[in-house]
């Protein structure tokens, strides 16, 4: 399974370099409340900025997969809870990802899956925001394989909290424009959590 990482793994598929799918923990998906698009042709990249300093094409997660739904009549679709050590994310997979919908619809849950997707940000009628996760593959794992993410996406938190305070970060304007609220610092304690429910 492809699921990226780090820039040279990006690599050009039909003409189009791929995003590289970040590490990112459920709880700091959840605080973010701002999406961009680079570029403005209709196939530029839309990006979800991170609170720690990142934007974010697509991500890579795993975590237990504790539920699933079949929705739809005519454009069926699924959506599927992924727990990891600091929360849930909210997966889904449609007629425009059939091959995931096909997997996500095969799995018996629970089980650790690891997830390859898409972050979409929505706004609810009452104004909060929302993250749901567009399966591009996902695929089942064991615990060893669950608690080495544990371990990536920890070193991935900390290293964008480090970029971010060293000013190096070339989002760190939108942060602060974004994000004025949310101190970064504190997704240091969540990364240090997680880490203490895994054993390496």
Known sequence: MSNGGTPAS?????????EPARRVFSSELRECKYQFREGDDE???????LPTGERCNRIF???TLTEKQRQGDQNIFYRGRIVDPTGTFYVMAGSYQPEAMQQLAKIETP????????????QKPDGA??????VESITVVDRETRDLWVLDAARSTLDRIEALIAGTSPDAARIKEHYPSIDPVSFRK???????????
């Open 61 to 63: 997660l795993i975590g």
């Open 43 to 49: 196939k530029s990249p839309t990006f979800v900025l």
């Open 10 to 18: 990006v690599r050009k598929e039909g003409g189009f370099e791929r």
């Open 111 to 122: 089980a650790f899956v690891a997830v390859v997707g898409k972050p979409n940000l929505y």
């Open 190 to 200: 969540m990364a240090y959590e997680a880490l203490a429910q895994i054993k390496i």
């Open 129 to 134: 925001y929302t993250v749901s996760v567009r």
